[in-house]
């Protein structure tokens, strides 16, 4: 019983993961008119948040060891939470450049320290349905979003909604922290007598960390999960811009199918584990790369405004196999005793593209035209395609 309510807490946690991650972006049309901020001003906002999260990822390893993963998971909805509810009452852009160091510092060091503890303790299913978990997450961020706005006209309740729910959760990670002391108590037995093991198998992994980059289509895996990670935010970060002041369509509508495009990812990665049984995970990259390359094409044309609905719904679920399936085919390519770095560095450059590319393609589009958008998004996907077939082939052997 203790491991089935500690893992409702997880996967509850990885819902309020996912609430944050596309708020600025539908927010930013309207907090950009009542300041009269430019566009790309949201950019440095992401790049602070992605900034800290790199921090605080990189910390992680430290910070389990020192506090635990119980008190880094309410410790950092506490942070979030916070910062959230201090965006909700800003005002002026100042404050959130500095409210947004404290919303990716948690946000970086949870997600890392929950992974960490669901690959350790639980089987790679649970893995799986979590991070679609964190899509519902990202689908109700935007529904909240839009909801709110409609009814009060205002973009800071929809923070203010998502502050008290990841306010409230940390206060019940908080009160069922003892439920952490007695999964690691069960647990512990066994741990001892992987300590000797683990010690050497650690040794070895940190005398093969200098050659990594020596082993063929190492790097070319890292770029494909830049560009990924580069497709997905910048349609969470500017997609909302585009279908206002392109398209022309109203706020709120914009943040509901923005939702709706983290919805295809989340519905996608459920069927995707369904999927899994009958093709391989170089096939699911390959289809989900040209759905999404499909769904793109089709968003830069002058269609109607049903049918960009369907586009971003497309995009989303032919993104939704990628990031999984890239992370579970690292150990056929590189070995099981690489993949445990080769993962760790392919999350970490993900996190530096994330904080670099969507925030440069803002300062284009903003010295150019919005329209150009989709065409981002296309050279993206296509250099995605490019790397990821470059190493489809490739099978480890000692």
Sequence with gaps: MITVFLLALIYLAFISLGLPDSLIGVTWPAIRAEWGMPLDAAGLITIIVSGNTIISTLMSGYLIKKIGTGKITYISCFLTGGALLGFSFSQSYFWLIILAI????????????????????????????????????????????????????????GFRVISIIQLSLAVVLLFSYPLWNMHQKQIDIEEKKKDKDQGDIDKNTEKKKKKIFRIRGVKAAIATFIFYVATELSVGLWGSSFLV?????????????????????????????FVSFKLKNTQMIRIGILMALTGTVLFSLPLPDFMLFICLILMGLGLAPIFPSMLHETPRRFGKEYSQTIIGYQMGFGYIGSTFLPPLVGVILENTTMTLFPFFLIAFIILMLFFSESIRNIKYSK
């Design 245 to 273: 002041h392109v398209k022309n369509i109203s706020i709120e509508t914009a943040a509901t199918w923005i939702a709706m495009y983290y919805g295809g990812i989340t519905l996608g990665r459920f069927i995707s584990g």
């Design 102 to 157: 404290p919303l990716g510092f948690g946000a970086g060091s949870v997600d890392a320290a929950l992974n960490n503890y669901v690959a350790l303790h639980f089987k790679a299913h649970h893995m799986n349905w979590l991070h679609s978990f964190w899509g519902i997450g990202a689908t109700l961020g935007p529904l909240i979003v839009s909801a709110t706005i409609s009814k009060t006209e205002s973009w800071r309740s």
